[in-house]
């Protein structure tokens, strides 16, 4: 008699315990600008890096939406913004739920079946999904969308051990209550679910073609965002070099960019630039904030170092493009009070401090280039440098005045980004 009730104590233990990794990896996000970063990493980075040992796990790693690249189209800036709709819209159904189960507690109102619960069994699960489908589309990586479609398969064993332990406790008016409402949608929707796998007569069977359809559903939609995004992207190629614009409106820049780069790599100025090999170059505003991301290109740009990772956060969801266009100075003047525009110019990273250079117009631009290794024998650029098997090493950067071609500045840098080998967004 004691077998039963400890295996469904274990069974909800594994569960609640994959559901945990899933806010672990979502949130990986949140905890890289924080400064439990280095915690965070040296428990999870070497699980990255294994992943990317092997070409069969090596896109759980890689990224399905833009995270650094503001989103170029206007379907892929609708999926931004429904990210942060969905994770704000769940998180705020769950507190509402959570209260009324509580209280109902408390106040010993017996079975939960009033407000959300009038239309369903388990609002709450159903809130955490929502949040759950909204964090994987602010922080796209692969490994998130497993983790989550893991979860929702999890949400399903708990709901169920919940549900036997209320008929345990309340019987046939919770049973009733059971025949009239959905598990996680209304009941006429349940019902097309439950005529699809209506046919297949074994239970174990049925649960797991309705896990596999599950996890198909979920990365499946991951692949077609990925094509999606990378055929979205505008890559202005020459040689074996291939740029692509941070901001949608820098796209014009890169023809002109490009061949500029080109005069001063066939000279030899640019010394980290080899023929042999293949590169992509990100163009971005020089104090462009995410660029850590791409290359350790200075301290600035380390934001697991620096004091404003509530605002990052805060920003990241409410105001899921701008707080790309902000520069680290201006999150500094924020936090200071002081002129965002003077801050700005005080802490340009060409060390240009005039005082009727607009910073929104700026003609600087900081090209950072990326080495790409590959398995072909033939160049490749475009589309293909962004490939699930390429591998990705910064190599240097380089600051140009757009307006008259003149290269300012070449720097050459480590082959580590600001979060050293951690796997960081390519897009």
Same mark, same amino acid.
């Given at each position: 008699?004691?077998?039963?009730?400890?295996?469904?104590?274990?069974?909800?233990? !594994?569960?609640?315990?994959?559901?945990?990794?899933? %806010? $672990?990896?979502?949130?990986?996000?949140? *905890? =890289? +600008?924080?400064?439990?970063?280095?915690?965070?990493?040296?428990?999870?980075?070497?699980?990255?890096?294994?992943?990317?040992?092997?070409?069969?796990?090596?896109?759980?790693?890689?990224?399905?939406?833009?995270?650094?690249?503001?989103?170029?189209?206007?379907?892929?800036?609708?999926?931004?913004?429904?990210?942060?709709?969905?994770?704000?819209?769940?998180?705020?159904?769950?507190?509402?739920?959570?209260?009324?189960?509580?209280?109902?507690?408390?106040?010993?109102?017996?079975?939960?079946?009033?407000?959300?619960?009038?239309?369903?069994?388990?609002?709450?699960?159903?809130?955490?999904?929502?949040?759950? !489908?909204?964090?994987?589309?602010?922080?796209?990586? %692969? $490994?998130?969308?497993?983790?989550?479609? *893991? =979860? +929702?398969?999890?949400?399903?064993?708990?709901?169920?051990?919940?549900?036997?332990?209320?008929?345990?406790?309340?019987?046939?008016?919770?049973?009733?209550?059971?025949?009239?409402?959905?598990?996680?949608?209304?009941?006429?929707?349940?019902?097309?679910?439950?005529?699809?796998?209506?046919?297949?007569?074994?239970?174990?069977?049925?649960?797991?073609?309705?896990?596999?359809?599950?996890?198909?559903?979920?990365?499946?939609?991951?692949?077609?965002?990925?094509?999606?995004?990378?055929?979205?992207?505008?890559?202005?190629?020459?040689?074996?070099?291939?740029?692509?614009?941070?901001?949608?409106?820098?796209?014009?820049?890169?023809?002109?960019?490009?061949?500029?780069?080109?005069?001063?790599?066939?000279?030899?100025?640019?010394?980290?630039?080899?023929?042999?090999?293949?590169?992509?170059?990100?163009?971005?505003?020089?104090?462009?904030?995410?660029?850590?991301?791409?290359?350790?290109?200075?301290?600035?740009?380390?934001?697991?170092?620096?004091?404003?990772?509530?605002?990052?956060?805060?920003?990241?969801?409410?105001?899921?493009?701008?707080?790309?266009?902000?520069?680290?100075?201006?999150?500094?003047?924020?936090?200071?009070?002081?002129?965002?525009?003077?801050?700005?110019?005080?802490?340009?990273?060409?060390?240009?401090?005039?005082?009727?250079?607009?910073?929104?117009?700026?003609?600087?631009?900081?090209?950072?280039?990326?080495?790409?290794?590959?398995?072909?024998?033939?160049?490749?650029?475009?589309?293909?440098?962004?490939?699930?098997?390429?591998?990705?090493?910064?190599?240097?950067?380089?600051?140009?005045?757009?307006?008259?071609?003149?290269?300012?500045?070449?720097?050459?840098?480590?082959?580590?980004?600001?979060?050293?080998?951690?796997?960081?967004?390519?897009?």
């Amino acid at each position: 008699m004691k077998t039963k009730p400890i295996q469904q104590w274990t069974k909800s233990l !594994i569960a609640r315990g994959g559901i945990i990794i899933f %806010f $672990i990896m979502a949130f990986e996000v949140a *905890i =890289m +600008i924080s400064p439990f970063a280095f915690f965070f990493y040296s428990v999870f980075n070497p699980v990255f890096h294994w992943l990317n040992e092997y070409s069969a796990t090596r896109w759980l790693t890689h990224f399905f939406l833009p995270h650094m690249i503001l989103p170029p189209t206007m379907p892929l800036r609708i999926i931004r913004v429904t990210g942060s709709i969905l994770f704000v819209l769940g998180s705020l159904t769950f507190v509402i739920c959570a209260l009324q189960v509580y209280i109902g507690k408390i106040f010993q109102w017996g079975i939960a079946n009033k407000g959300l619960y009038r239309a369903i069994r388990h609002p709450q699960y159903l809130a955490l999904g929502i949040l759950g !489908i909204g964090m994987a589309i602010l922080w796209p990586r %692969f $490994i998130v969308l497993v983790t989550l479609s *893991i =979860m +929702i398969v999890l949400y399903y064993v708990l709901a169920k051990d919940e549900e036997r332990r209320m008929l345990r406790q309340y019987g046939e008016s919770y049973r009733e209550y059971m025949n009239k409402k959905g598990m996680f949608l209304p009941l006429s929707f349940e019902n097309l679910f439950s005529a699809y796998l209506g046919c297949i007569k074994s239970v174990m069977l049925r649960n797991t073609v309705a896990a596999l359809t599950v996890f198909l559903l979920v990365i499946g939609t991951g692949f077609i965002f990925r094509y999606v995004t990378l055929n979205s992207l505008h890559f202005e190629s020459k040689g074996n070099i291939s740029l692509v614009s941070i901001m949608p409106e820098d796209t014009a820049l890169c023809a002109k960019v490009l061949n500029d780069i080109a005069e001063y790599s066939n000279g030899g100025t640019i010394k980290f630039l080899r023929k042999d090999d293949d590169y992509l170059g990100y163009v971005m505003p020089v104090d462009y904030i995410m660029q850590g991301m791409i290359a350790d290109t200075g301290v600035e740009h380390h934001l697991q170092k620096q004091q404003h990772t509530f605002v990052l956060i805060t920003d990241w969801v409410l105001h899921p493009f701008r707080h790309l266009r902000q520069p680290p100075s201006a999150y500094m003047a924020k936090m200071h009070n002081v002129d965002p525009s003077l801050a700005r110019r005080h802490h340009c990273p060409l060390s240009i401090d005039k005082a009727d250079l607009k910073c929104d117009e700026c003609p600087y631009r900081r090209i950072i280039i990326v080495e790409i290794s590959h398995s072909s024998n033939m160049h490749i650029v475009g589309t293909g440098l962004l490939s699930l098997n390429a591998t990705r090493t910064p190599v240097g950067y380089i600051d140009i005045d757009i307006e008259t071609g003149e290269i300012v500045n070449i720097e050459k840098v480590g082959a580590e980004t600001a979060w050293k080998d951690v796997p960081t967004p390519a897009i």
